[in-house]
């Protein structure tokens, strides 16, 4: 199946989606007890790219294959609060008009990391070695397939849920982060800095009726 | 110092011989495989070998989720150890530290962008997880992963050099087969009919060089 054409960004835009991804995928991993770093946008192959370090360790020894299981759901659902505010992002750009099939565009040409990965390339790992864990195996690779959508339906609701709690005060954090300053051309703010961003945002999300309206007043 | 300079010929080659690690190494892991592509596009290189990595049996203990873990990161490195390989063969001589950084954080990048770095290092995070006591500290989870990292990169070393004679022998032959269009697509039927002989090569050739191992009864 062919996939919709997303629109041509500009390196500007690219950035502005790269430092929502990667703030959503930031406060989804606090809520689900990761630890945090920094935001981190700068240039690889020539284009902006997440550099933000996210990788979800496990935050007490891994003892079995329940506890893998446990583990991998949330760092699931993390990556997945990545594509969510992607498809978020992609229907805030004036202009676009996005089709249903244009989420599954947008999951198939999400954010890059600096080893040109995108959250889609890392969940179809994680999602086999959930599969093997959490189901029988089976020699069909279409019922394979069939487990890895099921699982990730599933999880990429809960994470949603997660992220519609805190989405107003997303979009306001990442208007915010957008203004702070750049270093040679690449934007680093550090975690202690984002908590000081993150309480400015929660007060004004508190005053605010909507999340459109907030960020068309800041 | 710099990686050695390659023309358009030995970059294919290149190309071939790196996915043709991840090929084999996924046979030798009882991954299912596919067919092996090499593109060349906007002047560049870039190959895809067509791999299905799942659990064959359920993952039901820590071991179990381990070992599967294992097999698919030694896939993974697979192409990159085969690419030094070529450049020692090619070149004679063996890369520095910063030529072996350079191969593995940007040289061959499949069909659709992934590098298997990437993957590679979010496989031995969870791995980390399940051999390592927890950290607070995220300079010791670097530290972690760099010496899983390391662990498993020798333990693919030692599987590649049990296959690399057949490896080059294979990439010989599949260098020979027609490309079209700036794209050379070899089916797993030929790939695997191709294998077969690579390894019949290898097998008779070293029984004429060393006719004193041959054993009579």
Not at chain 2, 96 to 101: R, W
Request: with cysteine.
């Amino acid at each position: 199946m062919e996939l919709p054409t997303l629109p041509t960004l500009t390196n500007e835009q690219q950035e502005d989606r790269i430092i929502l991804h990667d703030l959503a995928q930031h406060l989804m991993a606090r809520e689900l007890g990761f630890e945090t770093g920094q935001i981190f946008v700068g240039t690889r192959f020539g284009q902006p790219t997440s550099l933000s370090k996210n990788r979800s360790k496990a935050t007490e020894k891994l003892n079995s294959a329940v506890d893998v299981a446990a583990h991998l759901r949330k760092r699931i659902m993390v990556l997945s609060a990545g594509v969510i505010s992607d498809a978020h992002w992609f229907g805030k750009l004036p202009g676009f008009d996005g089709k249903e099939d244009h989420l599954t565009a947008i999951y198939a040409n999400g954010v890059m990391d600096g080893a040109r990965l995108t959250d889609h390339d890392k969940l179809q790992e994680l999602l086999i070695v959930l599969c093997g864990i959490e189901r029988e195996p089976s020699e069909s690779y279409d019922l394979l397939e069939d487990q890895k959508h099921a699982i990730f339906s599933w999880l990429y609701q809960e994470a949603l849920h997660i992220f519609n709690s805190f989405s107003e005060k997303l979009f306001i954090l990442s208007t915010l982060v957008i203004n702070e300053g750049r270093s040679r051309g690449e934007l680093a703010v550090s975690d202690e800095r984002l908590v000081k961003l993150e309480v400015e945002a929660a007060n004004l999300a508190s005053k605010s009726q909507s999340p459109h309206d907030q960020i068309v007043l800041l | 110092m710099a990686l050695p300079e390659t023309n358009h010929e030995m970059d294919d080659n290149r190309v071939i011989h790196h996915e043709l690690g991840h090929w084999l190494m996924a046979r030798e892991m009882g991954f299912s495989v596919g067919e092996v592509s090499i593109e060349r596009k906007d002047g560049k290189a870039s190959g895809h070998a067509t791999v299905f990595p799942r659990a064959k049996s359920r993952l039901d203990t820590a071991e179990a989720v381990d070992d599967y873990l294992s097999n698919r990161i030694r896939v993974l490195l697979a192409g990159v150890i085969v690419e030094i390989e070529w450049y020692k063969k090619t070149f004679g001589r063996a890369l520095d530290k910063k030529e072996f950084d350079r191969i593995y954080n940007n040289r061959v990048i499949d069909r659709s962008g992934i590098s298997d770095k990437g993957k590679a290092e979010e496989l031995i995070a969870i791995l980390a997880g399940l051999r390592n006591e927890p950290t607070t500290k995220c300079n010791d989870l670097d530290n972690q992963i760099r010496a899983l990292f390391v662990e498993i990169y020798q333990e693919t070393q030692q599987l590649v050099s049990r296959f690399l004679g057949t490896l080059f022998a294979l990439a010989k032959l599949v260098s020979n087969e027609p490309s079209q269009n700036d794209t050379k697509q070899v089916l797993t039927e030929r790939l695997t009919e191709l294998a077969n002989i690579a390894a019949e090569n290898i097998a008779s050739a070293a029984q004429t060089e060393s006719p004193s191992c041959t054993t009579y009864s």
